[in-house]
């Protein structure tokens, strides 16, 4: 398949899946992205995003691997103009990171709305001590601060970071997840110390199937804006299962957003607890990369 077809390809499946979810899609925010980073998205991991935050979905997301051995993600971002560096710490923070851990792929993340939003480290094969991380340069204070916190509830250990430079903002994705970190009562303890609404039970079985939990941090807050409970992906989805109500709309979306592969549609659903509540992110995947197909995989024991 020759990169404009695989640009193609993808931009129509995240347009009709724009279409499912009502959310008006501007080729010039979504076109320019796919074609700065086309190598290898024939082989690409691609996966939507939508937020029951706001009803119907103001925005649509979507997330596409990059391959680490290609082009500096964020050189090729200032160079199509999705990035102008100005000197915030947010601007460098990749490259203590490249230097820091062995990446082993890059997602880049954008709205059909908004643009370019995000440059993701994923480093399974590498994961690190929050303690160290905390000590690169360009990382928020705040980490430094909550580092402690985290750990004491059993977040220590992370496999990906997500840099999100117009919000300069920062996730970090925690693995390794201990039976006693996802258990009640030091999920709602956390829940106390962070200063967030304590779950509810439906939350918490939900937050129990966790793989990955996940923190936003600010460089211009002193905690932890937000937290995210995520189990693995799954082939198929029960809307029923989930610890709060989808609409119409949104079900039909998860239902029949564009997949590049048989069968019934393999979806993420995360739970996100900011200070003003809670709300579900619900990702179908259009197709799966190579590392995302075994990191599933060996979290289900089975082949995805």
């Known amino acids: 398949m020759s990169p404009e077809t695989g640009i193609q390809e993808v931009y129509a499946a995240i347009a009709a899946a724009a279409r499912l979810a009502s959310v008006p899609c501007a080729r010039e925010k979504v076109h320019p992205i796919l074609s700065a980073y086309a190598d290898g998205l024939d082989r690409a991991g691609v996966?939507?995003?939508?937020?029951?935050?706001?009803?119907?979905?103001?925005?649509?997301?979507?997330?596409?691997?990059?391959p680490a051995a290609g082009p500096d993600p964020y050189a090729t971002a200032v160079r199509h103009g999705f990035i102008v560096p100005d000197g915030h710490p947010v601007h460098t923070l990749l490259s203590h990171l490249q230097s820091r851990c062995?990446?082993?792929?890059?997602?880049?993340?954008g709205g059909v709305v908004g643009g370019f939003n995000k440059i993701y480290a994923h480093f399974p094969q590498d994961v690190q001590k929050i303690s160290r991380l905390a000590e690169l340069p360009g990382m928020p204070p705040a980490l430094a601060r909550c580092a402690g916190l985290l750990e004491r509830h059993g977040l220590s250990d992370v496999a990906m970071i997500g840099i999100d430079y117009p919000r300069r903002t920062l996730n970090l994705y925690f693995t390794q997840l201990s039976e006693q970190c996802r258990a009640p009562q030091t999920l709602l303890s956390l829940h106390r110390e962070i200063g967030l609404p304590a779950p509810g039970q439906p939350m918490l079985a939900f937050a129990r199937r966790s793989f990955r939990i996940y923190t936003t941090l600010s460089w211009d807050s002193a905690g932890i804006e937000r937290i995210c409970y995520a189990p693995p992906p799954a082939r198929g989805w029960d809307p029923a299962a989930l610890p709060a109500p989808v609409t119409a709309q949104?079900?039909?979306?998860?239902?029949?957003?564009?997949?590049a592969y048989e069968g019934e549609p393999i979806v993420i659903a995360a739970v996100k607890w900011a200070p003003e509540g809670h709300y579900?992110?619900?990702?179908?995947?259009?197709?799966?990369?190579?590392?995302?197909?075994?990191?599933?995989?060996?979290?289900?024991?089975?082949?995805?």
């Open 47 to 66: 996966v939507y995003s939508i937020s029951t935050s706001q009803s119907p979905p103001a925005e649509l997301d979507y997330t596409v691997t990059v």
């Open 280 to 304: 579900l992110n619900l990702g179908p995947y259009y197709q799966l990369s190579p590392l995302m197909r075994k990191v599933i995989s060996a979290v289900h024991n089975k082949e995805i």
């Open 102 to 109: 062995e990446i082993s792929e890059y997602l880049i993340d």
């Open 250 to 259: 949104v079900q039909a979306f998860v239902d029949g957003a564009p997949r």
